[in-house]
């Protein structure tokens, strides 16, 4: 009993955070500092990002971070002003063009850099970044965004970067807007000779220096998101094997502190396991010239590109605890599940704005249980994304507000999920289902898109009329309500609480027998057996409000 009242008390506060942060987010006035973050700006819109080489030197010593970026484009349309961002309390030192020294003006986090060569549409240019001091400390990580500086059970520093919603800017100087990615990236980090540094990609060299240093060159090949570029010291133990997948051999590698090397080695077989459930469904891992990595860090975890990192403990569920309370949420470890299938969604496609946040987090949350499908059977799936509910909260819209670098609601992962659920119930077709996963991750492979994207792919490819269902879902925070009552033999019911064309099937069992039924927001009506019992399909995420019950109260 007491390990089940800290489980519904841990869930009742996750849900009471949720709703409060997010809640606080929708009453929010935005700033112009909120514009210049969220935005494409004139600034930004004429060049295109096709690389960047992130050299730097960390010193844990002093929590300091000094280096330059070099940041490769393509000019799209004439202009002569480029926004580059940084977050105080780091400092841009000097920004060169052709070994030219360039004048800048800082706005808030954004600095202006006037240049002088003539930028003509076509052309490929690169601007040098120097910059440097103490980064912004996470207080709270992965949730607050920033440096953690720790030390390993033995004393020696542990540190790791995490910055999702606060961008990349906290640690490094960057186009930092999701919708523009580098078609590759080199990361040139310097640490202290006793340490690790280990971030996205493969490996290049390993120079060690005169001045105790080392230095390590990580090449990412693919596109990779600014949130998603990550470092990661510390005196790191390291082992690997090659899993064989639908595009061939993937390299798996892992570092993990060297007090934690034998329950890593039994823990991480996980991985195996992750990527057979998620290659059936979402189609083959996405960055297979990058390998794949698991790295430990001093928080819980984070989806890092090809560089996913983990601190949940070395055990099952989330944190020892099942967030569904059904008891399938310990049958696998929620980080490794959860934050590697944002390899499929977040990382392969990623949205563009941070109001779309929910095609990264709601089809994670949903691999939850489509991981549990494929180990465990549907019937485990269901219990498990069911049993999520108790953390939806229903206050606010999935969907944020744009140009304005803010997310929507906290229900974006179980809201979300059980939104996804509910439609492969009404696609009622398994193969369809999986099918349409593969072809999403198929069809915006490395690309960036925008919420209708990925709706207008599902409803062509379902060939179901789904905008007043996604309108409901995502734009809308009330639940769907199915109302019926029951008078001499006639069933009248309706849907109640919904957007305007709101017409979802739902699957009811009438005395023993399963219909589809299609109401709308208006009554129908139905012929029913004297005393017949009315039961939903509980696969669908509604509210059932039978208003005879109702009136007897």
């Not at 399938?328 to 980080?335: A, M, P, T």
Request: overall charge neutral; proline content about 3%.
């Amino acid at each position: 009993m007491a390990k089940l009242n800290l489980r519904l008390i841990m869930t009742l506060l996750l849900l009471a955070i949720s709703i409060n942060v997010y809640a606080q987010r929708q009453e929010r006035k935005f700033t112009h500092a909120d514009t210049l973050r969220g935005a494409i700006t004139n600034e930004r819109a004429w060049w295109d990002l096709t690389y960047y080489h992130l050299k730097i030197r960390v010193n844990p010593a002093d929590s300091s971070i000094y280096g330059t970026n070099l940041i490769r484009y393509k000019t799209l349309n004439k202009y002569q002003v480029m926004q580059i961002d940084l977050q105080p309390p780091l400092k841009i030192l000097k920004i060169t063009q052709d070994n030219v020294p360039l004048a800048y003006k800082q706005d808030g986090n954004a600095y202006l850099i006037q240049l002088v060569k003539e930028q003509n549409p076509g052309d490929i240019n690169e601007v040098v970044v120097e910059y440097g001091g103490k980064p912004h400390v996470a207080r709270n990580p992965p949730w607050d965004g920033g440096i953690t500086w720790k030390k390993d059970t033995q004393g020696s520093p542990f540190i790791a970067s995490s910055c999702q919603e606060s961008g990349a800017s906290l640690w490094w100087p960057c186009k930092d807007h999701q919708y523009d990615e580098p078609d590759s990236m080199l990361m040139t980090i310097t640490v202290p000779d006793t340490l690790m540094d280990i971030s996205n990609g493969r490996l290049r060299s390993t120079i060690h220096n005169d001045d105790k240093t080392t230095t390590y060159n990580w090449f990412v090949s693919n596109p990779i998101s600014n949130y998603c570029v990550n470092i990661n010291i510390a005196k790191y133990a390291h082992f690997s094997e090659k899993y064989k997948g639908e595009k061939g051999i993937l390299d798996c590698d892992y570092y993990v502190l060297t007090a934690n090397l034998e329950k890593a080695k039994i823990q991480f077989q996980e991985v195996k396991r992750m990527l057979e459930a998620f290659e059936y469904w979402f189609g083959p891992y996405a960055f297979y010239e990058d390998s794949y990595k698991l790295v430990e860090a001093p928080y819980l975890g984070m989806e890092h590109q090809s560089s996913v990192t983990y601190g949940n403990g070395y055990a099952n569920g989330y944190l020892k605890t099942d967030l569904s309370r059904s008891g399938w949420g310990l049958k696998f470890d929620f980080i490794i599940v959860h934050e590697s299938a944002h390899e499929w969604f977040g990382n392969n496609i990623t949205c563009k704005d941070n109001a779309d946040m929910w095609i990264h987090e709601a089809f994670a949350a949903y691999a939850e249980n489509l991981f549990l499908d494929y180990h465990f059977g549907k019937q485990a799936s269901a219990d498990y994304v069911i049993g999520t509910r108790r953390s939806i909260g229903n206050v606010s819209p999935i969907i944020g507000p744009y140009n304005v670098n803010r997310a929507g609601s906290g229900d974006m992962y179980y809201k979300g999920s059980n939104m996804l659920h509910t439609l492969r119930q009404i696609i009622n077709d398994d193969e369809k289902w999986r099918s349409i996963l593969r072809g999403l991750t198929k069809a915006f492979y490395h690309k960036t898109v925008g919420t209708a994207e990925i709706e207008n792919y599902i409803t062509k490819e379902s060939g179901i009329d789904l905008v007043p269902f996604f309108n409901q879902y995502l734009r809308n925070a009330k639940l769907a309500v199915f109302e019926y009552s029951i008078q001499d033999n006639v069933m009248k019911y309706r849907w109640n609480n919904v957007v305007d064309g709101f017409n979802m099937q739902l699957k009811v069992n009438i005395n023993g027998i399963d219909k589809i039924i299609y109401p709308t927001a208006e009554w129908k009506k139905m012929d029913v057996e004297t005393g017949a019992k009315i039961i939903t399909d509980r696969n669908y995420y509604v509210i059932t409000s039978n208003l005879d019950e109702k009136g007897k109260k």
